[in-house]
């Protein structure tokens, strides 16, 4: 009656799972939420959306860099993480390298052996400017 036919918010959908005795070689490109178990060797990059959420569990292994609008990390990444959103570092996480985040979590525990380097949202991605014929300063 109070609330009781209501199911808890789903933070994140899974739809793609890398299992505890998996091992990928090679990039992973995804979209909507990945859940890693296993090993990645490569980068892990969301296609698009700021949607797409990483999930790295204590049982999980990146080595490669991470660029993902949101991580939720409790495992270890060897390599940079990008998010352009939201990282969350669980208390198991370990992280060798830089962080460059939007929004930062971290929990009592956590581990980075790295920079933190905060970024405002569209810096992360932002491209350079096109250099217009004969100005090398790069504005138009």
Excluded: C
Excluded at 12 to 20: H, N, P, R
Excluded at 48 to 75: A, F, H, M, Q, Y
Excluded at 91 to 117: D, P
């Amino acid at each position: 009656m109070w609330g009781n036919s209501k199911k808890p918010k789903q933070t994140a959908q899974i739809d793609s799972l890398i299992g505890q005795n998996s091992e990928i070689h090679g990039d992973v490109i995804f979209s909507g939420g990945l859940h890693v178990d296993g090993k990645v060797v490569g980068n892990v990059i969301a296609a698009e959306g700021d949607d797409s959420v990483l999930t790295l569990s204590e049982r999980g292994t990146i080595e490669g860099e991470v660029k993902v609008p949101n991580v939720v990390v409790n495992g270890t990444v060897i390599g940079d993480v990008h998010a352009l959103a939201h990282v969350e570092l669980a208390a198991q996480a370990r992280v060798h390298g830089n962080v460059y985040y939007s929004l930062i979590e971290m929990a009592m525990g956590a581990e980075v052996n790295g920079n933190l380097v905060h970024q405002a949202d569209n810096s992360v991605v932002a491209m350079p400017t096109k250099v217009a014929s004969g100005d090398s300063k790069g504005t138009e």
